[in-house]
């Protein structure tokens, strides 16, 4: 969400430019799909497939594996370093699978040594017919958050396995 | 990609103005071709330019003084469509926003048709949003019920065909329909029936020819009772037969390449008489029942119509019970 409110803001600027753009490739490996959006799996599932990123959507991912790893995921960088005026920090989504799948999301903030995650309380569940999803974490009761960081993102855990999944849409907000 | 919007009319001015001006805010059409089928009250170009705020150079305004129907309508309209892509619409039905990306999707995309999906306002009685569940089931056989844009492989084109033969829910590339005369039946009801099924007969699914999008990119206002020619239930429906019958002709003059349509259309023509005979005058159903069996026995043979009873027994049930119940004193 944009906003003249500094204090309200939680800028994705990745988001906004992959809705408008028309885009699509092969993936091998981690890709970047634009600065501040990215795909990045453990070396080991040896992940492949396709992605698409239609007029007005983000992207569809069509994801295969050959190995056993341990992750596979979409980052989001956020425009948001302190959350001192934030009382609630979330996302909206709207999505669809052809095969139900489920989707993990957590904030992660950088540390002097590396970063935290902050896991959102609800699972995501994909299914063939689209689906809304909305979360957000309270601020103030979660404690391991840090208030300052110089860095978060958003990250979406995917399967660790081959799915497709399509993000139409994805709204990071601050409140 | 330059779009032209074909439209009939028969005394529907509000909706046409509120239709246009959906098309100006979403600027989806290059050219917007009316056709005034027969208003009691023609259709004034002024006033659809004043209330939709579309430039008067993207009107063509061409009016019928009796009422043809909206077949013959479309097909004047389709004539002077001069956009490398049309769109048939209702005068009362509207377009989405996800119209407007699906156009970009399809910008640059070489194809004969792309079918998108679409919001049925029966659908609000449950409070839900897309298509009756018929289609959506038909669209995941089909295997296209997700993805923005989807190539349609010719197992997916028989599944996809059974869908409702609407004419709005497709954007057709102007040369194909002109090329393969392909037009809606100049009839007053189920007019759009041939357009549906020559479209799927005509292209080329192996050669990707045709495209599905899960957008919904238009919504169809369902009108339960009224005067509008979806609510007849006279003489008119018998009419149906005279495509059905050219459209089983076409795929048996080449079971070559159209004989896996055979299945398909003909539990579709098992389907459509059983909503006729429920949405017909009573008076009117021993004459359909005759038309009927005389299509039956000449257009679908019996090993066919057996197939269709293994997998749906209880439409072809309901359809023979309609058949030995009405069947005049004489057959």
Redesign the interface.
């Known amino acids: 969400m944009q906003t003249d409110d500094p204090s309200l803001s939680c800028t994705a600027p990745a988001l906004n430019a992959m809705r408008t753009s028309l885009s699509n490739g092969e993936i091998a490996g981690n890709v970047q799909f634009l600065p501040g959006l990215s795909l990045m799996a453990d070396p080991a599932l040896k992940i492949g497939g396709q992605f698409c990123s239609p007029a007005g959507r983000l992207l569809e991912l069509d994801i295969t594996t050959s190995g056993v790893g341990g992750w596979i995921a979409l980052h989001v960088k956020l425009g948001i370093a302190t959350l001192s005026e934030t009382a609630y920090l979330g996302f909206a989504c709207r999505h669809a699978a052809p095969a139900e799948l489920m989707i993990r999301a957590c904030l992660r903030s950088g540390t002097e040594d590396g970063f935290v995650d902050t896991f959102f309380d609800k699972h995501i569940l994909a299914a063939p017919d689209p689906l809304n999803h909305v979360d957000a974490l309270h601020i103030a009761t979660c404690r391991t958050l840090p208030e300052t960081a110089p860095w978060r993102e958003l990250i979406l855990f995917l399967p660790k396995r081959d799915f497709r999944w399509h993000l139409h849409d994805l709204r990071p907000f601050a409140l | 990609m330059n779009l032209t919007f074909a439209i009939p009319a028969h005394n529907d001015q509000n909706d046409l103005c509120r239709l246009l001006a959906r098309v100006q805010q979403l600027k989806i059409a290059a050219h917007v071709v009316v056709v005034d089928d027969g208003s009691d009250v023609p259709v004034s170009a002024e006033s659809l330019l004043e209330i939709s705020g579309l430039p008067a150079d993207h009107l063509t305004l061409l009016r019928h003084d009796t009422a043809l129907g909206p077949g013959a309508a479309r097909n004047r309209a389709l004539q002077h469509v001069a956009t490398d892509h049309m769109l048939f619409m209702d005068a009362d039905d509207l377009p989405t ?2 119209l ?6 399809l910008d640059g995309q070489d194809f004969d048709f792309c079918m998108f999906q679409h919001h049925d306002t029966r659908l609000e009685r449950e409070h839900s949003w ?1 298509q009756t569940a018929h289609d959506q089931t038909l669209w ?1 056989a089909a ?1 296209v ?5 989807t190539p349609v492989a010719p197992a997916a084109a028989t599944q996809l065909a059974r869908t409702a033969n609407y004419p709005w829910n497709k954007i057709y590339r102007t040369g194909f329909l002109c090329d393969h005369r392909i037009g809606c039946s100049e009839i007053m009801v189920h007019e759009d029936i041939e357009l549906h099924w020559r479209s799927f007969l005509k292209a080329r699914p192996e050669m990707g020819r045709i495209l599905a999008s ?1 957008r919904i990119a238009m919504i169809h206002m369902f009108h339960e009772h009224g005067a509008r020619l979806t609510n007849r239930t006279g003489p008119e429906r018998l009419a149906v037969f005279e495509p059905l019958e050219r459209i089983s002709a076409e795929i048996d003059s080449d079971m070559g390449h159209l004989g896996h349509f055979a299945r398909p259309f003909h539990r579709f023509t098992i389907g459509l008489f059983d909503w006729i005979w429920h949405n017909l005058d009573p008076a009117l159903r021993p004459q359909f029942t005759a038309l009927v069996q005389r299509f039956r026995h000449a257009h679908i043979p019996p090993a066919l119509l057996d197939d269709i009873t293994r997998t749906d027994p209880a439409l072809v049930a309901r359809v023979l019970d309609h058949l030995v119940s009405d069947r005049p004193a004489d057959t």
């Open positions: 926003r996800e407007g990306h699906l156009l970009c999707d897309g995941q295997k019920d997700v993805g923005a844009l899960d």
